[in-house]
């Protein structure tokens, strides 16, 4: 019951924000595939090394 809550309040705030919340999301997307690519790239050499 709390989960479905919370997922309707964050729709509703999407709905409300709009271009905004797009932002923000894309912008975390972007840092996320940062991370993931540093983490590639020192696993790579460790295992290299």
């Known amino acids: 019951m709390q989960q479905s ?6 729709e509703d705030n ?4 709009g ?3 797009y ?3 894309s912008n975390n997307d ?4 940062d991370c993931m690519k540093e ?5 790579l ?3 290299l090394l």
């Open 14 to 17: 999407s709905k409300n924000h």
């Open 5 to 10: 809550e919370k997922k309707l309040h964050r």
């Open 45 to 47: 050499s460790k295992s």
């Open 30 to 33: 972007r840092s996320l595939t």
């Open 23 to 25: 932002i923000k999301h």
């Open 39 to 43: 983490v590639i790239k020192t696993t």
């Open 19 to 21: 271009y905004r919340v």
